[in-house]
């Protein structure tokens, strides 16, 4: 369990300050692009990581100090935006195998305001490519692991 809290933890802060970053980044886009599907992805599913990553946290901080009581509303938190971080997870898991795969053709696609010299923007893409998959698959272990933490709290509570 030692483990488990451990990875937990880290890959709770990375979640917490990259959500950040992306939730920040929506709101700023927002202002150039009112656009519901822009709100709906880079808000409210970004944001369910940031209030995710800090639900699991206060679980962490309860198990490793059983003097802090967990709030009533962290479970069912960790819970429901739980599922929600999870589908960002997925779809964006699913989006950046197929950027990895055809990085030329998501280039050809995509308008730049300015070409760019010297810069391989086929390994640039498929970098960003990369980090998305392993940031979403960090999310993606971070809610399995809450969830599996909170179940243990919770029988160890009733105990």
């Known amino acids: ?82 599922f929600m971080a999870l589908f960002f997870a997925i779809l964006n898991i699913g989006n950046a195998v197929v950027i990895i795969q055809n990085a030329a053709e998501v280039i050809q696609q995509v308008e730049l305001p300015f070409k760019p010299e010297g810069v391989n923007l086929v390994a640039a893409v498929k970098a960003a490519g990369i980090f998305s998959l392993l940031f979403s698959v960090g999310i993606a272990v971070n809610v399995l692991l809450s969830i599996r933490l909170l179940r243990w709290y919770m029988t160890r509570e009733k105990e």
């Open 1 to 82: 369990m030692k483990t488990a809290l451990k990875v937990s933890g880290i890959l709770s802060w990375i979640n917490l300050v990259i959500g950040g970053i992306l939730v920040i980044g929506g709101l700023l886009s927002m202002l150039a692009t009112p656009n519901v599907s822009i709100i709906l992805v880079s808000v409210v599913l970004t944001g369910s990581i940031v209030l995710h990553s800090y639900a699991t946290l206060q679980l962490r901080k309860s198990i490793l100090h059983p003097e802090v009581p967990l709030s009533k509303q962290t479970p069912v938190g960790i819970r429901f935006i739980g």
